[in-house]
């Protein structure tokens, strides 16, 4: 027999059936049923609630989880602003693939179509910020409204999806019972014949390459282009979302990563390519209009999507399946293969070349730390389980370039909206979800005030977070592209702030660090202070003109 039970509680087991490990967001009179239920739950399923101090932060948080494990993060916030707020953080996830259920309060079913109090078309304003966003009607739909968006958010592409529910349906009564747990969505793998044409395509080829995309990153698929290039070793080029796809032991087979200016040593492999293998990506990152516009070769497309198909991207081969599987399939086959001798030692010079851009330049004392010095003290504090989660800016360029990772989705970039302020919520995340190893979050000084108030979140939950300010007074990423365009800037100056006193504002240590010795010394504090820290970097960014200058045609010049 089913016990009855409010839209509410049927929501909150919902939760659990599915195995949802926290909600994130900001309280509110239609959400309060949810919100009480959560905050006394005796249940050890029951999900742990984290009150943030704005909803968009919360939609970045649970974007996070949604990206670190590849299962939808939950956000809940109550009607009106609360549901609005959440627009910019539900269209990154979106975008760049990370699965979120974003539950809305609304007034009552009769109130929806009236000039009421904080009463707005929450289902329409957020369906272009979603996968799906619907408004449940009846109580005994809850659950499975719940177990559909859920599904819908994980699915390739994955991204977010948003459910407004009317306060009279949370307190109204359900007679049916709740969706149960639901089975993983399964996808095939490449037939044999599939398989055939991409190693008829392989074998013509005299320099294949891959193009790692942010579907290359899950542990499934980053294991499987591993077990690939043991067999047949070729140049791999990551996207910014692809980061980590090359583990310590396969670094010669690193090309960089591409994902901005058409100038980076990747953006040469893939010019000279004749066979780009196209793995997981997304044009959103990357499009194929900067990359793929001068090229001869042919490419494979391999994904768990179909491609969009462009007048600069018209794959040769496409392969709409799972691309572990395929993978692995096509390692089993793969006949022995090697690239020429010449080829292997034009390839190794290229990489020294590349290497050679991670050199310090000679120090301009008085003038902040050079971007390549600050990366350098970073990279020696951290292992390879750190997580780094970088806002968008110009620190965001050079650590895209230069900053090593060796693991999937412990580099986390916003690379489809390039949205300002994910650093620091992201970073909570990964806290949350891999709390026994170090996590820093890397922003500019602009950023970082975009998200800067979840400090006290940080704080108030105890998370070993070692946050890092580059501050330099400015909205960089965009001074130096105007600079570059029309010789001067305009509209990017912004107020000084003293971070590391914001920081002690907050109850996290704060630290200011002029110099590469001072840095390392306050990273090293950092790391070993329990709770957030900040470090406040006066940067200088007088060599940015080089982020901008032509290696191949680029659309900036």
Request: glycine share 8%.
């Amino acid at each position: 027999m089913t016990t009855k039970k409010s839209g509410a509680e049927a929501l909150f087991q919902s939760m659990m059936n599915q195995g949802i490990k926290y909600v994130f967001g900001l309280p509110g009179a239609k959400v309060d049923k949810l919100f009480d239920l959560m905050e006394y739950s005796n249940d050890p399923k029951a999900p742990k609630l984290i009150i943030t101090r704005h909803e968009q932060n919360a939609a970045f948080i649970a974007s996070g989880i949604g990206r670190i494990t590849g299962k939808p993060g939950v956000v809940a916030t109550t009607s009106g602003p609360g549901v609005s707020n959440l627009a910019t953080g539900l269209i990154t996830a979106t975008s760049e693939g990370d699965p979120v259920v974003a539950l809305g309060g609304q007034v009552p079913r009769n109130d929806v179509a009236r000039l009421t109090h904080q009463s707005i078309p929450s289902k329409e304003l957020l369906s272009s910020a979603t996968k799906d966003s619907v408004e449940v009607q009846d109580a005994n739909n809850i659950s499975e409204t719940f177990a559909n968006a859920y599904q819908t958010a994980m699915a390739p592409k994955s991204g977010a999806t948003f459910i407004s529910l009317p306060k009279d349906v949370l307190d109204d009564e359900v007679t049916t019972d709740p969706i149960n747990t639901l089975a993983p969505i399964e996808q095939g793998g490449a037939d044999n014949e599939t398989i055939n044409k991409i190693i008829e395509k392989i074998k013509n080829a005299k320099l294949p390459v891959i193009l790692a995309g942010m579907r290359s990153s899950s542990s499934e698929v980053t294991a499987a282009i591993q077990n690939l290039l043991h067999k047949f070793s070729i140049p791999v080029v990551e996207t910014f979302q692809g980061a980590g796809v090359i583990s310590r032991d396969l670094e010669k087979n690193y090309y960089g990563r591409v994902g901005l200016f058409r100038n980076q040593i990747g953006d040469t492999l893939l010019k000279e390519s004749d066979l780009v293998i196209a793995i997981g990506y997304d044009p959103v990152e990357y499009e194929a209009r900067i990359w793929n516009v001068d090229r001869t070769g042919e490419v494979i497309n391999l994904d768990s999507i179909a491609p969009e198909i462009s007048n600069e991207y018209q794959p040769d081969l496409v392969v709409q399946a799972d691309i572990a599987k395929t993978l692995n399939s096509l390692s089993e086959t793969l006949p022995e293969l090697s690239l020429s001798d010449d080829l292997k030692k034009h390839l190794h010079e290229t990489q020294e070349s590349f290497l050679s851009k991670d050199a310090i330049p000679e120090s301009k004392s008085g003038e902040g730390l050079h971007p390549l010095e600050i990366i350098h003290e970073l990279q020696e504090q951290v292992n390879d389980d750190t997580t780094v989660a970088v806002d968008v800016g110009s620190h965001y360029i050079w650590m895209a370039r230069h900053f090593r990772s060796y693991k999937p989705r412990h580099l986390l970039f916003s690379n489809g909206m390039q949205t300002l302020g994910v650093a620091l919520p992201w970073a909570i995340a990964a806290a949350l979800e891999r709390p026994e190893q170090p996590v820093v979050s890397v922003a500019g000084d602009g950023g970082f005030l975009f998200s800067g108030q979840e400090l006290e979140t940080a704080v108030r939950l105890n998370l070993n977070i070692v946050q890092l300010v580059w501050n330099d007074g400015y909205y960089d990423m965009v001074k130096f592209q105007e600079e570059a365009k029309y010789g001067r800037n305009a509209g990017v100056g912004i107020g000084s702030v003293d971070f590391a006193k914001y920081a002690e504002s907050f109850g996290a240590a704060g630290f200011r660090a002029e110099s590469a010795d001072e840095l390392r010394d306050a990273l090293k504090k950092a790391f070993a202070t329990k709770g957030p820290s900040v470090i406040d970097i006066p940067v200088d960014y007088s060599d940015n003109i080089k982020l901008a200058s032509t290696l191949l045609e680029d659309v900036l010049n």
